[in-house]
């Protein structure tokens, strides 16, 4: 709701200016290269991470990783895909690609 409510927060390609990463009464802390530990940690306490992905066709994209489901899955909202409101991610390195940063609002 917040990010709906702030469409000035994206260019006509709908690329994100900083401005999107200052959420009221949150801290907002981004990694590169973030470790799987890193990512499970938060999404283990309750923070929903952005991730972005390099996709292997090039490129990029980002999902919301939104918790954790088994030993090594997360719930994931995508918006590339309809509806896929908490999908599994399992693990769909080969067509999403390997993470490369992370934010989290804390």
Do not use: C, K
Request: proline residues 7%; charged residues 10%; glycine residues 12%.
């Amino acid at each position: 709701a917040t990010i709906a409510a702030h469409g000035g927060w994206f260019d006509g390609s709908g690329s994100i200016f900083n401005s999107a990463l200052s959420v009221p009464g949150h801290r907002t802390v981004m990694v590169f290269d973030p470790s799987p530990s890193w990512i499970r940690s938060h999404v283990s306490a309750g923070h929903p991470v952005i991730v972005g992905m390099n996709l292997p066709s090039g490129g990029t994209h980002f999902v919301t990783l939104t918790g954790v489901n088994g030993a090594a899955d997360y719930w994931v909202n995508d918006p590339w895909e309809q509806n896929a409101m908490h999908v599994t991610f399992s693990g769909d390195w080969f067509t999403r690609g390997p993470i490369y940063e992370a934010i989290v609002f804390i």
